[in-house]
């Protein structure tokens, strides 16, 4: 019932931008924050920024603060990530995520981590 499906992924060279789609379904929004992750090689995986879907609220990392932007469509139950000024340390799979808000109390904490994922698109910054 709970699905979510990224899209958007693929090769981009530095400095330039990306636009991520994550797709969700099966449960009501507003309960929810949705979140982007990342995993690198040899990394763990981090959370890059989330967004509550009732209220808005956002979070991002200071790794892509003021070159990401997280947005979403309640309406057509799709949250978007913005990727700007791309450095080849961006690169990673990033994965949708989502968790119930009841579960914490600020969008910070949920972006730690989430009760449900896609299955990640690949992101590669390269020349």
């Known amino acids: 019932q709970l699905q979510l499906v990224e899209s958007g992924g693929g090769l981009v060279q530095p400095g330039g931008s990306l636009t991520l789609s994550c797709t969700i379904s099966?449960?009501?929004?507003?309960?929810?924050?949705i979140g982007w992750f990342r995993q690198a090689p040899g990394k763990e995986r981090e959370g890059v920024s989330c967004?509550?879907?009732?209220?808005?609220?956002?979070y991002y990392a200071d790794s892509v603060k003021g070159r990401f932007t997280i947005s979403r469509d309640n309406a057509k139950s799709m949250v978007y990530l913005q990727m700007n000024s791309l450095t080849p340390e961006d690169t990673a799979i990033y994965f949708c995520?989502?968790?119930?808000?009841?579960?914490?109390?600020?969008?910070?904490?949920?972006?730690?981590?989430?009760?449900?994922w896609g299955k990640g698109t690949l992101v590669n910054v390269s020349s």
């Open positions: 099966g449960f009501n929004l507003d309960y929810y924050a």
């Open positions: 995520g989502a968790l119930a808000l009841q579960r914490v109390a600020t969008i910070r904490e949920a972006c730690y981590d989430m009760d449900y």
């Open positions: 967004i509550s879907m009732g209220v808005m609220n956002t």
